[in-house]
């Protein structure tokens, strides 16, 4: 079970950039998927999840309207479409699955099981 994440990058305040989450050894179908994130000297913070068959997806306040969570079922992969990006999104960004029951444990780093290796994303002014 494997998780690669990637699409990060240097994009101006504005721009977007569109983060992938590969799964090999495993389908997406009936895991739960979410992205967080770490900025330095700050803990990890839920970003985003979406549950199984690609419904229920939940945001943080500080994205909500500007990023959007997919799966494409047939790839086995996530993404997390982030536009309008901010100086305050810059971190590196952890996608993450689970397959637990998918209540509202969704937003706690501890719920999900395996985890990417992280993909960093600057925003500049």
């Known amino acids: 079970v494997q998780l690669q994440a990637s699409g990060g990058g240097l994009v101006h305040t504005g721009g977007s950039l569109r983060l992938s989450c590969s799964a090999s050894?495993?389908?997406?179908?009936?895991?739960?998927v979410a992205w967080f994130r770490q900025a330095p000297r700050k803990e990890r913070e839920f970003v985003a999840s979406?549950?199984?068959?690609?419904?229920?997806?939940s945001y943080a306040d500080s994205v909500k309207g500007r990023f959007t969570i997919s799966k494409d079922m047939a790839a086995d992969s996530a993404s997390l479409q982030m536009n309008s990006l901010k100086l305050e999104d810059t971190a590196v960004y952890y996608c993450?699955?689970?397959?637990?029951?998918?209540?509202?444990?969704?937003?706690?780093?501890?719920?999900?099981?395996?985890w990417g290796q992280g993909t960093q994303v600057t925003v500049s002014s």
């Open positions: 993450a699955v689970a397959r637990g029951p998918y209540g509202t444990d969704r937003y706690r780093s501890q719920y999900y099981e395996y």
């Open positions: 979406i549950g199984y068959r690609n419904r229920d997806s």
């Open positions: 050894g495993f389908t997406l179908d009936w895991f739960a």
